[in-house]
Structure formats: structure tokens, C-alpha cells
Nanobody, 124 residues
Framework: QVQLVESGGGLVQAGGSLRLSCAASGRILGIDDMGWYRQAPGKQRELVAVITNSDTTNYADSVKGRFTISRDNAKNTVYLQMNSLKPEDTAVYYC??????????????????WGQGTQVTVSS
């Protein structure tokens, strides 16, 4: 009923920058928190940053001062600007959103959705 599509990953040298985007589509009535998570090989998925629908943000300590999360509610899109990238930032990045939408019976539902993931690789 709802899809989250990410873009913007890639390969970058240490110290470089990337901007990730995640657009939600479907019969969306509203989106609560939107966030970015990442999972490195052999590690658990971890929170990177989250933004509420009133633009309150929260960051993992490891990315504070380097990453910035933002959202465009008119476009149902969340962004992650990543600066001063480090090799330890290498991971698959996933966006997440709590979405209120109309189902096939035009009933309102609120569910948590994940994007398909986008690879970020930072070389040393």
C-alpha cells in the first residue's frame, strides 16, 4: 500500500559527502517519525538519525556533527546529508517511516515501513 524508495548511495573517499533521499508513495494521509538506520556486515541494524513530524531530530553519537536529517512533508521525503564520511560509516542504509494511509477498503491504517536499502561505501 505504501512504498519507500531510497536513492543517493554510492562509493566515496573518506572525508567526502553523500546525500541520501527516501520518498514515500501511496495513498498517504500523513507520516509520523521518519528515520535512517544502517547495517554493516556482521553487525545489527542501528539507528542513525530520526526526525519527527514537528522537525525534532535525534542522532546517534557516532554521526553527530557530521550528518543532518531533514524532511519535505509536501514530497513525503526524508533526506540524510552525510559529511566528513569515515570508513566506519560503510553500511547499507535503510529509511523508515510510520505512515498513515488508506487501504484497499479506504480504511485508515498506521504502519511502519522500510525502504529496500542503499549501499554506502567509504574508502580510506
Amino acid at each position: 500500500q505504501v512504498q519507500l524508495v531510497e536513492s543517493g548511495g554510492g562509493l566515496v573517499q573518506a572525508g567526502g559527502s553523500l546525500r541520501l533521499s527516501c520518498a514515500a508513495s501511496g495513498r498517504i494521509l500523513g507520516i509520523d517519525d521518519m528515520g535512517w538506520y544502517r547495517q554493516a556486515p556482521g553487525k545489527q541494524r542501528e539507528l542513525v538519525a530520526v526526525i519527527t513530524n514537528s522537525d525534532t531530530t535525534n542522532y546517534a553519537d557516532s554521526v553527530k556533527g557530521r550528518f543532518t536529517i531533514s524532511r519535505d512533508n509536501a514530497k513525503n521525503t526524508v533526506y540524510l546529508q552525510m559529511n566528513s564520511l569515515k570508513p566506519e560509516d560503510t553500511a547499507v542504509y535503510y529509511c523508515n517511516a510510520k505512515v498513515t494511509y488508506l487501504d484497499g477498503s479506504y480504511l485508515s491504517r498506521n504502519e511502519n515501513y522500510w525502504g529496500q536499502g542503499t549501499q554506502v561505501t567509504v574508502s580510506s
